[in-house]
């Protein structure tokens, strides 16, 4: 059973149906812990799998379903920014807090292309993550309850702050994709 329907079962009590009726939204207003679950089970199954493959698919359409296209799209769009959160943080961090004071991670060489990527990549991405860095402790500094629209100016200013560094890389990737067609390889990667 897919862990989006899991994540709905588990939210009614007892396994019992949920309600029918009018107003009754999975993802809605009233989702209480039935609106939170089914996103953290779909992220929970995006972590796991990369955010690629056909069960991230699967829980996806689920997703939607329960949830309508639209917020399932910004889940989403959450998770591969997370995704992208933690690979640049992970790599930066083996730079700044391995290599640099003597504990490069494990396998890894000072004569390889290891110490070049980690230090062109903290180089390009460095200022960036230190943006979003201190934008999320700028957001912790706020109360709880904030008002939705300065809730959404703050989004968006993360966004674009992020994607002066995401979009470049992003269309080259877009331009490259057609490429791994063309790979002389039985195991091909998956683009999805």
């Known amino acids: 059973m897919p862990l989006v329907h899991r994540a709905a079962r588990r939210a ?37 799998h990369d955010g690629r493959g056909v069960v991230v698919a699967r829980e ?6 329960a949830m309508g296209p639209k917020k399932a799209a910004s889940v989403m769009a959450l998770c591969w920014f997370l995704h992208w959160g ?12 391995g290599r640099l004071v003597g504990r490069p991670k494990c396998g890894s060489k000072w004569l390889s292309l290891d110490p070049l990527f980690e230090l062109a990549f903290t180089a390009y991405y460095g200022v960036c993550f230190a943006l979003v860095t201190l934008t999320t402790l700028l957001l912790k500094a706020f109360p709880a309850g904030v008002p939705k629209p ?3 100016v703050l ?14 890389l992003g269309l080259l990737g877009a331009v490259a994709t057609p490429l791994l067609r063309i790979l002389p390889s039985k195991d091909k990667p998956s683009v999805y």
């Open 12 to 48: 009614r009590p007892h396994g019992r149906p949920g309600r029918q009726g009018a107003g009754h939204q999975l993802g809605g207003e009233r989702g209480g812990s039935e609106g939170s679950e089914l996103p953290v089970a779909f992220a929970r199954t995006f972590a796991e």
């Open 86 to 97: 933690s690979i640049t943080g992970n790599t930066i961090g083996a730079l700044t807090k």
């Open 60 to 65: 996806f359409e689920g997703l939607k379903a």
């Open 155 to 168: 989004g968006v200013v993360l966004l674009c702050v992020s994607s002066v560094w995401i979009v470049p």
């Open 150 to 152: 300065v809730n959404s």
